[in-house]
C-alpha cells in the first residue's frame, strides 16, 4: 500500500486520470443535462486534465510540489467548459498545499483535496448542489476522516472515491433538473472516474473501465426546455494581468449580469466562466483588470435545441481544424498587403466554392453544431495578406467568436454579422473593391445581408418539442427565419410550403442549396415547385455540399 507519494507517482497517477476520463468521455457527455444539455462536459473534463498529462510527460518532477503546479498552471490554460474550469481549479488548490511538499502522506493529501474543494467553491459565484462541486466536498471530507484512521494515501484516496460515488449515486435527487432526467450528474461522473484512475496508478491495476454509476444511460434531452436556460451564452475567457487585482468587485458586476460564475486566478492572469445575455460586456468590463488574451462564447439555447432533436453538438473546444492544418503556411512575405481580404464560414464543398468563386480568400469549415472557436477564426485571419479583413460568420453562433478576433491582432477585423450562409452570399455580391472604402463595402454587405430571407429543411432525429410543436422522429422540419415554418413525413410537401411563402414574397431570385444527402436530380426534381409557383423569378438550384440541412434556400 501506499502510504506516501513522490512526484514520480503523483505524475503517474494524473496520467491514469487523464486515460480514465479520456476513456469515458463519451459516456459522460451522454448524462450531461446540467446547465444545459449540449453533451461535451466528458469531452472538456478530458481536454482540460489531458494539458497536464502532456506537460507532465515532458517532465521528471522531483517533489509532489513540482508536479503538481506543473499540472495546474497546465490545467488553467486549457480548461475548458464550466465542468474543465472546476477540475482544473480542484487541482489548483491541490498543487496550493503541496507547496514546499517533496512527498506526501495520507494526511497531506486529504488537506490537498480540501483545498482543491475550497478553491472551487471560493470561485464559483452561486454554487449549485448535485454538481461535482457536492461530489468532490463530500469525497474530500471522507478522505479527512480516513486520514484520521489511516495516514495512508492509497488508504485516503480509497475512502475519497467510495464516498464520491456514493454522492454521485444521490445527486439524481439534488438537482431538478436531473431528476426530471433520470440521471446522475456528469461532472461527478468524470471527477470519480479520474479518482478511480489515480488509485488503480497506486494500485498497479489495469486501466478502469467505466462503471455504469448513471440511472440510464442518456439523458432524455427532450425533457429540457429552453427554459432551463436562464442566460444565452456560455462566455469562457483569460485576462493577462499585471500584479494581482482585487477582483471582488468584477464578481459581484458579473452576479448582475448572468450566473453559473466562476473565476480562476493564476499568478499572472485569470479566468471567467461566465452565463449571461450580454457577454460583450463581461468582456469589456473584465478589460480594466489587464489584457484580453483569449474567448469563447456558445450559445446554450441552439445547443439545446440540437441535443432535443437529436443532433450532434460540436463545441468550439472540439471542433477538429481538419482545414487549418497546414499553419507552416504563412501569407506570402514577398507580396504586398492588399487592402480588402475576406473570410467566410460554411460547411460543404460546394458552399465553400460559392464563396471563393464570388472573391472570399479564405473558408473557414464551420457551421450549425460546429462552431469554430476565436483561435481558429484568428489563424485564418493572420493568413490573409490584406490590412482590412471582412468576416462572414454566417451563422450567429459564430458571431462573437469572429468579433474577438479584433483585439488579438494588428489587422483591422470587420465582422459582417451574417446570421445565415444565404446572407454572407448576398452580402459578397454586393462588394465593390472599386470604391476603396472599407465603411462603404461594409454598409453595402450589411444591407444586402439584411434583404434575403432563408429557409431550410432538416430532420428530427429523436421526438422532441420545438417551438410549442411536437415532433416525432423522422418528421422532416421547415425553418424560415430560423422559426418552425412547418413539420412533415414529406419534404416535398415542405418545399412546396416554402414555395408559397416566396410567392407571398413575391421573390425575384430563389437559390436552392442541396445538401450532401441530396441527388443533383432529385434536388431539381423537389425544386421544381418554385419554377411552377414563380414563373417569372430566376430559380437557381446548387450543390452545397452541406451536413444538417437537405436543403438551404434564399430569396430575395
Known amino acids: 500500500m501506499h502510504d506516501t507519494i513522490t512526484g514520480a507517482v503523483f505524475k503517474q497517477m494524473l496520467l491514469y486520470g487523464a486515460a480514465s476520463v479520456s476513456a469515458a468521455k463519451q459516456s459522460i457527455n451522454d448524462l450531461n443535462v446540467f446547465p444545459v444539455p449540449d453533451g461535451d462536459t466528458g469531452t472538456n473534463m478530458s481536454l482540460t486534465i489531458q494539458t497536464a498529462a502532456a506537460e507532465l510527460s515532458k517532465k521528471e518532477p522531483r517533489t509532489v510540489d513540482e508536479a503538481a503546479q506543473a499540472a495546474a498552471n497546465a490545467m488553467l490554460r486549457g480548461a475548458r467548459g464550466n465542468s474543465g474550469v472546476i477540475l482544473s481549479l480542484l487541482f489548483r488548490g491541490v498543487s496550493r498545499s503541496f507547496k514546499g511538499l517533496e512527498l506526501a502522506d495520507g494526511c497531506m493529501f486529504a488537506a490537498a483535496l480540501q483545498e482543491g474543494v475550497a478553491a472551487a467553491y471560493n470561485a464559483v459565484m452561486k454554487p449549485a448542489e448535485g454538481t461535482i462541486l457536492t461530489v468532490s466536498r463530500l469525497a474530500s471530507d471522507a478522505a479527512m476522516h480516513a486520514a484520521e484512521e489511516n495516514n495512508s494515501v492509497e488508504y485516503v484516496l480509497d475512502a475519497a472515491l467510495r464516498q464520491g460515488e456514493e454522492t454521485l449515486r444521490e445527486t439524481v435527487n439534488m438537482n ?13 461522473k468524470g471527477f470519480c472516474v479520474i479518482l478511480g484512475g489515480m488509485l488503480s496508478a497506486l494500485r498497479g491495476e489495469p486501466m478502469p473501465e467505466l462503471g455504469d454509476a448513471a440511472a440510464k444511460d442518456k439523458a432524455d434531452f427532450a425533457q429540457v426546455g429552453d427554459e432551463d436556460i436562464t442566460f444565452t451564452f456560455d462566455t469562457v475567457f483569460i485576462v493577462r494581468t499585471k500584479g494581482n487585482p482585487d477582483l471582488r468587485p468584477y464578481r459581484e458586476y458579473l452576479n448582475s449580469i448572468g ?88 460547411a460543404g464543398d460546394g458552399l465553400a466554392a460559392v464563396f471563393r468563386d464570388m472573391g472570399a480568400d479564405g473558408v473557414i469549415s464551420g457551421g450549425q453544431t460546429m462552431n469554430p472557436s476565436t483561435e481558429s477564426i484568428l489563424r485564418e485571419i493572420e493568413r490573409v495578406n490584406a490590412d482590412t479583413i471582412f468576416v462572414l460568420p454566417n451563422n450567429k453562433n459564430i458571431v462573437m467568436a469572429a468579433q474577438q478576433c479584433a483585439d488579438l491582432t494588428d489587422k483591422t477585423v470587420v465582422v459582417i454579422p451574417t446570421a445565415t450562409v444565404p446572407q454572407g452570399i448576398s452580402a459578397m455580391m454586393a462588394v465593390d473593391l472599386e470604391c476603396g472604402d472599407a465603411q462603404t463595402i461594409e454598409q453595402s454587405m450589411l444591407e444586402a445581408a439584411q434583404n434575403v430571407r432563408t429557409a431550410q429543411i432538416t430532420y428530427a432525429a429523436r421526438d422532441s418539442e420545438f417551438d410549442g410543436a411536437v415532433i416525432h422522429e423522422g418528421d422532416y422540419l421547415a425553418l424560415l427565419e430560423g422559426k418552425l415554418y412547418g413539420v412533415d413525413k414529406s419534404i416535398s410537401a415542405l418545399l412546396e410550403k416554402l414555395a408559397d411563402a416566396a410567392k407571398a414574397q413575391n421573390a425575384g431570385f430563389v437559390n436552392v442549396f442541396y445538401g450532401e444527402d441530396v441527388t443533383a436530380e432529385a434536388a431539381e426534381r423537389d425544386a421544381a415547385c418554385f419554377s411552377e409557383k414563380l414563373p417569372m423569378a430566376e430559380i437557381s438550384v446548387l450543390s452545397g455540399g452541406q451536413p444538417v440541412y437537405y436543403y438551404i434556400i434564399s430569396m430575395e
Open 259 to 346: 450566473d453559473s460564475i466562476v473565476i480562476s486566478e493564476g499568478d499572472d492572469m485569470f479566468k471567467v466562466h461566465v452565463h449571461t445575455d450580454i457577454p460583450g460586456d463581461a468582456l469589456n468590463a473584465a478589460q480594466q483588470y489587464g489584457i484580453l488574451e483569449v474567448a469563447k462564447v456558445e450559445n446554450m439555447r441552439i445547443q439545446q435545441e440540437d441535443m432535443a432533436a437529436g443532433r450532434k453538438t460540436i463545441s468550439a473546444d472540439e471542433l477538429e481544424d481538419d482545414d487549418m492544418e497546414d499553419d507552416a503556411v504563412p501569407p506570402a512575405g514577398d507580396e504586398a498587403r492588399k487592402p480588402f481580404g475576406f473570410l467566410a464560414v460554411c
Open 176 to 188: 431538478p433538473v436531473l431528476k426530471r432526467v433520470g440521471v446522475v450528474d456528469a461532472g461527478g
